[in-house]
Every structure is written in C-alpha cells, then in structure tokens.
C-alpha cells in the first residue's frame, strides 16, 4: 500500500447522505437536521466536499437548499418506463437538481438493474413459452404423422388382404376348372 498523504486522504472520502431523509444503515437510523449540519460544516471545514445521494433519498426537499456551491453530487436515479422521452428525461432530471441545489452533479448513475432483472424475466418467459408452443405444435405434428403413417400402414394391408383374397379365389376357380377338365 503506497504512502497517502491528508490531503490525498480527505480527496477520497465520501459523505454518504442515506440516513439524512429517511432510517438507514445498519442501525437503521435516520440523521436530524442539527446533526446534518453539523456533517457537513466538519466537512467544509476539512476540505471534503463529495455528498453521494440518489433521488430515493431525497423525501425531504429541503435537505440540500442551503448548502455550500464547493459540493459536489454524486446521485443515482432509477429511471421507469416513462424515460423514454427526451422532454421527460430533462424535466426529471432539472427537478433532480434542483433538489440538490445545483446546477451540475459530478457521477450520474442510472439504477437499471431492477428493470434489467425485469426484461431478462419476461424474455425467459417468453423462451419459455415459445419452446413449449414448438414443443406443443412439433408433438401435434408427430401425432399427425404418426396417425397419417398408421392410416397407410392399414390401407397397404387391406389392399394386400383384398389382393391375396382375389389370388385365393382365383386359385381356387383354377382348381375346380382343373378339377373339372379332369
């Protein structure tokens, strides 16, 4: 591990804000307003000025309308089905930064694995359902062919039998013609 400095130190620390709007953590605790404060003044007064947050935390509007300009956001969003206009998106995201009382957010990171695990479901699904539909038709064509083949098989044997009959009766005419003749 290489030598880090203070500075170098404070550059990577992070303020995480979870519990400043709602009961997080391990011990599930949720941060007043004082101590909020009283965060991020220590904070400005070490030179540390990266808040992560994300647009589930922000229940409560107000928690980032005073703060210091030298902040910099980094946030996340979960986008929905309804991001798929470009005016939406905009819209969604200016009311996202007003939230945090800025103009520019430093890392904006999109929540997508939930709608991820979501298509990947229905695409399984719908594997799922498209084998069993082939499945279903290929059995059906199966049968198809199956009873098609046995409706051959007793034709052939029928024609046989009628032919093997008309031989025996021809036979036997020959005989007692033969037997006649005699």
């Keep these: 591990m290489s030598d880090m400095n203070k500075s170098q ?8 804000s979870a519990n400043f709007t709602q009961n997080y953590g391990a011990d599930s605790t949720k941060i007043n307003s004082h101590e909020i404060k009283k965060i991020l003044n220590l904070a400005k007064k070490n030179n540390i000025y990266k808040i992560d947050t994300a ?6 509007k107000k928690i980032f309308k005073n703060i210091n300009k030298k902040f910099k956001f980094s946030s996340k969003i979960i986008p929905n089905h309804k991001w798929t206009s470009l005016d939406f998106c905009q819209n969604n995201l200016e009311d996202h ?7 520019k957010i430093d890392t ?3 929540q997508i694995a939930d709608q991820y695990m979501i298509a990947s479901n229905k695409m399984s699904q719908i594997s799922s359902l498209s084998a069993g539909y082939a499945l279903d038709i290929s059995s059906k064509i199966d049968v198809d062919f199956a009873g098609e083949t046995t409706e051959l098989a007793k034709g052939q044997i029928l024609a046989q039998a009628g032919t093997a009959m ?11 013609l033969a037997l006649i003749q005699s």
């Design 166 to 176: 008309l031989a025996q009766a021809n036979a036997q005419g020959q005989g007692m």
């Design 97 to 103: 930064f007003k939230n945090l009382n800025t103009k």
């Design 55 to 60: 647009e589930t935390y922000l229940k409560d």
């Design 108 to 110: 904006l990171m999109l």
């Design 9 to 16: 130190l404070k550059n990577r620390i992070i303020i995480g």
